[in-house]
Each structure stands twice: as structure tokens, then as C-alpha cells.
């Protein structure tokens, strides 16, 4: 099976630069939308930019393939890590224009986007269910972790309905795209010369 955006160790890099970094411009956005301070997102902007800089690295190193498959769970662990970094205070001083609750399936888009180049090597073997079922189970558990992290964030309170309803709608979404994109394109030849992360 060929997935083309990961056909390339260079191009699966800039696609994971490009998305830190879009990320990293959303966040700043919000803060401005809710009227918050940079010193409230400091650590999650920052950790946004150091993903952006290692995917922007990563795409000219042309070594990268021997790195190894561990390569590519740095974007979902750097990613989980924002998200972490978000949950961990309440921002009592925000003046939210929307419902931050719209936030998480963006969120979880992402971070499933990311699951999936991790558990890339799992569909290419053809085990198509498998590989959404390693996906899905991850992104529920880290939402679930999430969850039980904000009980213990004053100000914070967990709620299933954040992992059953607006979590799982991002992880279904991006799941759904990403499987749907690779039974588009499993039909496709493989081009010749093409490089498999």
C-alpha cells in the first residue's frame, strides 16, 4: 500500500512541520480572541514551535529514513505533551468568545493525524482494522488521561462527555479521512523511485 503523503520521508516531515506550525498560529489567534496573555500559553506556543523547527529539521536531513520507525512517534508524544500543557492550568483571566469545548476535536485531529504516522508500518501491512483499532485506542486513552489530569488542575473539572463526545468526534474525523485517503489511493501504482518511511 502506498500512502502518498508518507511516501517521502521529506514531504511526511514538511506535512508535520506545516501542521505544528499552523497549530502554533491558531493558538496565538485564540489568545488574542480570548483576550489572554502570551505568559498563558507560553509553554504550549513554545512546544507548537520546537515541533514546527524539528519537523522543518527533520524534512533536510535526508538520513532520516535511518533513524528508524521511532522517528515517527515524536510528533504524537510532542503533540500529546501541548496538549498536557493545556489542560494543566484554567486560565481564569480568559474571555472566551466561543466555547473552548469546540477546541478538542481540532485537537484531537491533530494529535490522531499524528497517531496515525506512528501506526503507519500497521496499515501498510494491510491490517486495516488493526491499524484503527491501535489508533482509536490510543487517542481515547490519552483523552481519558487527559481527563483524570485536569482533577487534580484547580479551577479544572474532568468530564466524560470531553472524551465521548468531543474528543472521539476529532479522532473519528481524522481516522476517518486517513482511511478513507488510503483505500483512495492503495488503487493507485506505486511511482518508481519513491521513498517509504
Known amino acids: 500500500m502506498n500512502f502518498a503523503i508518507f511516501s517521502d520521508n521529506r514531504r511526511a516531515w514538511s506535512f508535520i ?14 489568545l488574542h480572541l480570548f483576550r489572554m496573555n502570551f505568559t498563558d500559553l507560553r509553554l504550549p506556543v513554545s512546544i507548537l514551535v520546537f515541533g514546527m523547527l524539528l519537523g522543518a529539521a527533520f524534512s533536510v536531513y535526508s538520513r532520516s529514513r535511518e533513524l528508524g ?4 512517534w515524536i510528533p504524537p508524544v510532542l503533540y500529546a505533551f501541548f496538549i498536557y500543557s493545556l489542560s494543566d492550568q484554567s486560565y481564569p483571566n480568559a474571555q472566551p468568545t ?3 469545548k ?10 490522531t493525524w499524528f ?16 491499524f484503527a ?25 474532568p468530564q466524560v462527555s470531553d472524551v465521548f463526545f468531543w474528543d472521539l468526534m476529532g479522532i ?17 501504482p506505486v511511482r518508481r523511485g519513491e521513498e517509504q518511511p
Open 102 to 111: 469546540f477546541f478538542h476535536p481540532a485537537e484531537y485531529m491533530v494529535l
Open 17 to 30: 512541520s506545516a501542521a505544528f506550525g499552523i497549530q502554533a498560529a491558531g493558538s496565538l489567534f485564540i
Open 98 to 100: 466561543v466555547s473552548p
Open 115 to 130: 497517531l496515525c504516522v506512528g501506526w503507519m508500518p500497521v496499515l501498510r501491512r494491510g491490517r486495516t482494522f488493526s
Open 133 to 157: 483499532a491501535r489508533v482509536l485506542c490510543t487517542g481515547l486513552l490519552f483523552a481519558a488521561s487527559d481527563e483524570f489530569h485536569q482533577s487534580y488542575v484547580p479551577g479544572r473539572t
Open 172 to 188: 473519528a474525523l481524522a481516522l476517518g479521512a486517513v482511511l478513507l485517503a488510503n483505500r483512495r489511493l492503495a488503487a493507485c
Open 69 to 72: 520507525p521511532w522517528q515517527w
